[in-house]
C-alpha cells in the first residue's frame, strides 16, 4: 500500500508494483499541509487510473473532525463513495459512523491506538482493515491475528479482519501520531494534519538556576530514524500481518517507486523463497538512495526506546538535480528531446531522472546524446539534445541528473 501526493506518485506506485495507494484531499486528512493534496474532483480520475492497472484506492479522512465540518466530512464520504473508491482510512468515530451508514467501506487509522483484541471486536462492526497501534511488537501483533483467526473476526463485508502496519518510512516521537508539541508552540495541530515537525530540529538544554546552555551534541533527541522492515519482512508475514503501508504522501515519486519496488519484490520472494540476507542487503541500499533519515526498526522486535537521528534532514546517498524539461518525444524511434534550463551541465555516462504525471519515474544511463545532429559528450544550459530511451516520455517531463552524495559526517 504505497503513498500517494501527486500524479507523478500515482504512476510511480502502480510502475513500483502497489497492490493500494492511499491519497488525501482538501483538509481532512493528516497531511493536509505538508503534501500537496488533490482536490475533489480528482478523487474519479485517481480511480479510474488505478482501476485501470488493477490497483485498489484509499482516501485518507483520518483527521478529528469538528462539528463545523460534519456537513464538510459527509460531503466528501459521498463523492467517494460516487467516485467508486475501494475505502477510507479514518479515526474519529463520526466519520467511522456515517461511512458505515452509507455503505462505504472503512478502515481504521492508527490513531485509534488498536492495542488490544477487544479493540478489535469493537471496530469489526464498521471495519475490514484495522492498523494496530504503531508501539505494539511483532510478538503482539501475532496474538492479535491469531485471534482473529480462532474467534473468527469477521468484518462488515463478512471477510475476516485484516491486520495492517507500518513498514517503512517516517516515524513519529509521539504515541501513533498523537503529539501536541506544533499545536503547543504555533498552534497548528498534529491531529489535523498540520505538524510543522518542530521534533526535527536540534535543541539545547539550559540549567534555569545558572543560564549555562549545553547543545545535545550529535543527537536530534525528538526525531526518530525511518521505519525500516526490510530486514525482518518475513517475520511480519508470519505474524500475520496482510496489509504493508508505506509512509511518504509528502514525498518524492522516486522515492514512492524505489521504496514500493523494493517491498514488491521482497513479499514476492519470501512467497518464492528466494528472501535471502544478500538481497536484503541490496534492498537496503537502494532504499538509501532516496530519502530517509537514517533506519531501525522501530518498536516491532521488543525495542521500548527509538533511535534518534543525527543530522536534520534526509541522508539519501543519491540527489537529483533538476535540469529542465522534455520538450518532444518521437515514439517511433524511441528518441526524446530535451532543454536544459538550469546553469547544469550534463554529461555522457550521467544518470538521469524524469518524471511525469503520465511517466511517473523512469531513470536510465545516457550512453549518448546528439546535439546538432553530431554526438557530444556534454551539454549545458540553453542547450536542446536529443537521446534515446526505453520507455515513453512525454512534453513537459521534468528531467534531473542523479548525483552520488558524499557522505561528511
Known sequence: MSPVGSYESLMAAIQGGANAVYFGVGNLNMRSRSAANFQEEDIKKIVAIAQEH??????????IIYNHELDEMRHL????????????IASDLAVIQYAYEIGLEVHISTQCNISNTEAVRFFARYADVMVTARELSLAQVAEITQYIRDNNIRGP?????????????????SVSGKCYLSLDHYNYSANR?????????????????????LVV???????????????????IVKAGVRVLKIEGRGRSADYVRTVTECYREAVDAIADGTYCQERIAAWTERLRTVFNRGFWDGYYLGRTMGEWSDRYGSQATENKVYLGTITNFFSKISVAE???????????GDRIMV???????????LDEMRLDRGTVNEVKQGDTFSFKTSDVLHRGDKLYRIDHVVDEF
Request: proline share 1%; with cysteine; hydrophobic share 35%.
Open 193 to 213: 494534519g498540520a505538524c510543522l515537525q518542530l521534533c526535527r530540529r536540534q535543541y539545547l538544554v539550559k540549567d534555569l538556576e545558572s543560564d549555562t546552555e
Open 54 to 63: 488493477g490497483v485498489r484506492t484509499y482516501l485518507t479522512v483520518n483527521t
Open 355 to 365: 518524471t511525469g504525471q503520465t511517466t511517473g519515474v523512469y531513470t536510465d544511463t
Open 157 to 173: 463485508h463478512g471477510d475476516l479482519v485484516q491486520i495492517e502496519i507500518f513498514a517503512h518510512g517516517a516515524l513519529c516521537m
Open 77 to 88: 464520504l459521498h463523492a467517494a463513495l460516487n467516485a467508486g473508491i475501494t475505502a477510507i
Open 217 to 235: 551534541d550529535n543527537q536530534y533527541i525528538m526525531s526518530p530514524k525511518d521505519l525500516c522492515t526490510i530486514g525482518f519482512l518475513d517475520k
Open 338 to 348: 530535451a532543454r536544459i534550463q538550469t546553469a547544469q551541465e550534463l554529461k555522457k
